[in-house]
């Protein structure tokens, strides 16, 4: 009986021991966001891809936020600007194309598709103000 319970107490020892330098070796995860914005769009996959600068509204039809940063959008001077919003689920294909797996997004692409600016979430009139006057 003695020698049962000093062989169960030195196997549970062992393996807290075990269990103590797995855990020690393993390292931390990188804090890296669930998903990332897009750094290049096709831009034939939306309307006139002839235009120097598209800025690109990824909505969903459920979003409440969506509709600020809409209002947000419609109240800019947009002059050589293309805008487009492209909702979810009427253009899903494109959320899926583009890995859009929450909303509100906006970015804003040159003429090759190069993302140069965006954002997720509802951005500050001043912060989308400044991207767009800065192109």
Request: aromatic letters at 12%; hydrophobic letters at 45%; one cysteine or more.
């Amino acid at each position: 009986m003695l020698f049962n319970l000093f062989l169960a107490l030195l196997l549970g020892g062992f393996a807290t021991l075990i269990a103590y330098l797995v855990n020690k070796r393993r390292d931390d995860s990188p804090s890296v966001p669930k998903s990332s914005l897009p750094v290049q769009i096709d831009r034939s996959d939306f309307e006139n891809p002839n235009r120097t600068w598209l800025l690109v509204f990824f909505s969903s039809d459920t979003c409440d936020s969506c509709i600020t940063v809409r209002d947000l959008i419609y109240g800019m001077p947009l002059n050589s600007v293309h805008f487009q919003e492209v909702s979810f689920p009427n253009e899903e294909r494109l959320h899926l194309r583009y890995g859009i797996d929450s909303v509100p997004i906006v970015l804003i692409a040159d003429f090759e598709g190069v993302v140069i600016w965006s954002y997720a979430g509802v951005p500050s009139a001043e912060l989308l103000g400044d991207a767009i006057s800065n192109l």
